[in-house]
């Protein structure tokens, strides 16, 4: 949730916070942080955005602490853009969660019906899903989180389908780390940013051979 931003300024106060419970775990999470962003236009090919993160975590599970994020984003106006991402967290006693990663990626340009592809590769000592959900584990790692040390690469195909009441968005998911591979398919229901829901099953197998399946439901609100 934005709770306050200027537009003279690029400046961002944003609150978050989640909920779970899986199996025997219940964890809550929130985040306080300051952004400072902003956009230009080198020339009529696309658009450069960089933003700056301080963020206050808090968690009943892991060690509270602040972090430090940023960003570099090119859209091009054909709906193909190239992003770097880093974070670290600056306390947190001895947690020791950092990571880089860049990417590329084709959407709509419209943002919604079309074909969507990502490619993610990423590097750090990290969290599962840290660096696109900063400090946030998806619910189906809450009962396990462990630390991933090294390179990591994620792929994602999805299609969007424009309803009267909102986007439908199938997709499959592959993602691979050091000593795991994971591939998900699924479909993702949005509403107008309001509630989006994400229903997926997937299969993830390790490198010694021994392998699990999931079957995961996910809803978010945003008041």
């Known amino acids: 949730m934005q709770?306050?931003?200027s537009g003279a300024t690029a400046f961002a106060l944003k609150l978050d916070g989640t909920t779970a419970h899986f199996l025997n775990v219940d964890?809550?999470?929130g985040r306080l942080a300051a952004q400072l962003s902003q956009d230009f236009s080198p020339s009529a090919a696309g658009v450069f955005t960089t933003d700056l993160e301080l963020g206050?975590?808090?968690s009943s599970v892991d060690e509270s602490g602040a972090e430090l994020a940023g960003s570099l984003h090119w859209h091009g106006v054909?709906?193909?853009s190239v992003f770097g991402k880093s974070r670290v967290l600056l306390t947190g006693g001895e947690q020791k969660n950092w990571g880089i990663s860049g990417g590329l990626r084709y959407a709509p340009t419209n943002?919604?019906?079309g074909l969507m592809v990502s490619l993610e590769p990423s590097l750090g000592n990290t969290t599962q899903q840290l660096l696109s959900n900063l400090w946030s584990e998806s619910v189906a790692d809450l009962g396990r989180v462990t630390d991933v040390t090294g390179a990591q690469f994620r792929a994602e195909l999805a299609y969007g389908f424009t309803t009267a009441a909102g986007l439908l968005r199938p997709?499959?998911?592959?993602s691979i780390s050091e000593g795991s591979t994971t591939v998900d398919a699924g479909v993702r229901y949005s509403l107008d940013g309001i509630l989006d829901l994400d229903l997926r099953g997937g299969r993830r197998r390790s490198s010694g051979g021994s392998g699990e399946s999931r079957f995961i439901l996910e809803v978010r609100t945003e008041l």
């Open 78 to 80: 054909t709906g193909v």
């Open 111 to 113: 943002g919604r019906e």
């Open 27 to 29: 964890v809550q999470r």
């Open 171 to 174: 997709y499959t998911m592959y």
């Open 56 to 58: 206050l975590l808090m």
């Open 3 to 5: 709770i306050w931003r």
